[in-house]
């Protein structure tokens, strides 16, 4: 992991084996707290989605607020006679082979909601995909599922990427006999073409590492199991380690404290700002969901309905 920095060094990162990676459960996956109900310990706190309304032919026509914090925000989209629903929920720090796994947990729940449900499902294998990435950046690993329900007369599709600190997630269906067999696939590969290159999730909390900043005498070593990763010059000892509770920057190294705070956490947190900073533009065309993570213990069984768009909304439960 190569930090951007103006600096000659590098990041020696800790498998980030988070506590609060996201496995999928129940068609939305489920971010497990790091610390009782603050969701993945407090790591998000506020975050923004700023998603376009039109993405090739598609339209978003709703929003919706999942009960649970843990599992986000879904947006329908609408083509003809297909329709499409965007799930984007916390997934904390994703490596790719996480993602994989939890691709593979989403196809899992998929056939035991079905199997639950007395639907006959009839699921494909997950495929390898990449999509373009945004600004130009490199290509995003993802996953992408065909399926149908015979009975029903569906066809279906999920994909799933990381963008973040979060997992985003589509689910299309449309009546078969109007799809040839990897027509839906290759649409909903596409509209998260479109998502990829486009959408915008920006999110404030302890993910925000110069909040969490301590000069000390003597930095943990390294390779101790409670660090996340550090930091060194070439030849040099270590000047920074990020662990749970922070980053600690060696006090040589104070004048520097908060660039190395600002890069650690680009690079283990991307998408994390300073909460100040946190306000996006939000461009015609396009619609901003503001969520605001609390104790969900006091606001358990409270749902922002399914329907129209609605003005500018804030999510506090």
């Known amino acids: 992991m190569r930090p951007r920095s103006r600096w000659r060094a590098w990041i020696a990162a ?10 999928a459960a129940g068609g939305a996956a489920q971010a497990q707290a ?3 109900p603050r969701l993945l310990g407090g790591l998000l706190q506020q975050t923004r989605v700023v998603y376009p309304l039109k993405v090739g032919k598609w339209r978003a026509v709703g929003e919706q607020r999942m009960q649970e914090q843990a599992h986000g925000v879904s947006v329908r989209y609408v083509h003809g006679d297909a329709w499409l629903d965007l799930y984007i ?12 796994r939890v691709a593979q947990a989403e196809r899992g729940n998929i056939g035991q909601a079905a199997a639950q449900g007395g639907r006959d499902a009839r699921l494909g294998e997950l495929q390898s995909v990449h999509l373009p990435g945004q600004g130009g950046g490199p290509p995003v690993p993802a996953w992408v599922l065909e399926l149908e329900y015979p009975g029903e007369g569906l066809g279906s599709a999920m994909l799933l990427f990381a963008r973040n600190l979060h997992l985003v997630k589509a689910r299309a269906s449309a009546p078969r006999q109007h799809l040839q067999r990897g027509e839906l696939p290759r649409e909903v590969q596409a509209f998260m ?6 959408l915008r999730i920006t999110s404030t909390g302890d993910c925000w590492l110069p909040r969490r900043l301590r000069v000390v005498d003597t930095l943990p070593d390294p390779q101790a199991p409670q660090v996340l990763a550090s930091y060194s010059d070439p030849e ?3 000047s920074a380690v990020v662990t749970l509770g922070g980053i600690e920057v060696a006090r040589a190294e104070a004048g520097r404290a908060e660039a190395l705070a600002r890069m650690m956490g680009d690079a283990l947190y991307p998408g994390c700002v300073a ?6 533009l939000v461009p015609e065309g396009w619609r901003e969901i503001r969520i605001e993570y609390r104790d969900t213990s006091a606001r358990r069984g409270r749902q922002a ?13």
């Open 34 to 36: 790091a610390e009782g």
């Open 305 to 317: 309905p399914a329907g129209r768009l609605r003005a500018r909304w804030r999510s506090t439960g």
């Open 275 to 280: 909460p100040e900073e946190i306000e996006p």
């Open 236 to 238: 040099a000892a270590p």
């Open 89 to 100: 929920y916390p997934g904390g720090p994703m490596r790719e082979a996480n993602l994989a």
């Open 14 to 23: 800790a498998a980030l084996g988070w506590s609060g990676s996201a496995l």
């Open 193 to 198: 073409g479109g998502i990829s290159r486009q």
